[in-house]
């Protein structure tokens, strides 16, 4: 139970980020090295050869759950869709309307649709972001938009 503090103080701050700011920068990319908190190796998607369509398919995103702390093992997660642009280092993280949340961490997979009321426009960089005890963010990946 060693993490378990860190872990609850890291998630509330990672909430009340969610609710105070957009677009927000993922606390862990700052912080991996100095906390001993679980960040999670997302596998798929896992390249920018993984198109989406903006639509009613159900995608999945997959990470590694062998390493999952025992103080994060009855944690549940929150995906958020977001994508990396030249020029700034935010991941613009789309907090409003998470893909998926109330999943556990240990299923090791969510699923989820790309609903075209997001509006999305086409790119080729867009990142899903894990969050659960830390968080992490994918590879990018395009979204290809609705069929007007
Ligand atoms: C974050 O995910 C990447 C793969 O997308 C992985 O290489 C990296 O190890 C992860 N970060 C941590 C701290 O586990
Ligand atoms: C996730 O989606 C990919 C691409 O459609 C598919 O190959 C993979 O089997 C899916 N994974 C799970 C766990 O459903
Ligand atoms: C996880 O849940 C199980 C069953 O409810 C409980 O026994 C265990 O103490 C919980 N672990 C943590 C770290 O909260
Ligand atoms: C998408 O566009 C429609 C029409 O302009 C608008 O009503 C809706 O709020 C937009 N959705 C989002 C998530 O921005």
Same mark, same amino acid.
């Given at each position: ?86 020029? /700034?280092? *935010?991941?613009? !993280?789309?907090? $409003? ?10 299923? &090791? ?5 790309? /609903?075209? *009321?997001?509006? !999305?426009?086409? $790119? ?10 830390? &968080? ?13």
């Amino acid at each position: 139970m060693k993490f378990s503090t860190a872990s609850i103080s890291l998630l509330l701050l990672s909430l009340s980020q969610l609710v105070s700011a957009s677009p927000i920068q993922l606390v862990s990319r700052a912080t991996d090295s100095e906390l001993d908190v679980w960040s999670p190796t997302i596998t798929y998607p896992d390249g920018e050869y993984v198109v989406w369509q903006a639509g009613t398919t159900v995608y999945n995103v997959t990470w590694e759950t062998d390493n999952i702390p025992e103080s994060a093992q009855n944690n549940t997660g929150i995906i958020m869709l977001g994508y990396l642009e030249d020029g /700034d280092d *935010s991941e613009h !993280l789309d907090w $409003r309307y998470p893909l998926a949340s109330g999943f556990q961490l240990t299923d &090791g997979v969510a699923y989820f649709t790309v /609903d075209s *009321s997001r509006n !999305l426009t086409t $790119r080729d960089d867009y990142v899903l972001c894990l969050l659960g005890d830390s &968080g992490n963010i994918s590879k990018e990946f395009t979204i290809q938009a609705a069929q007007a």
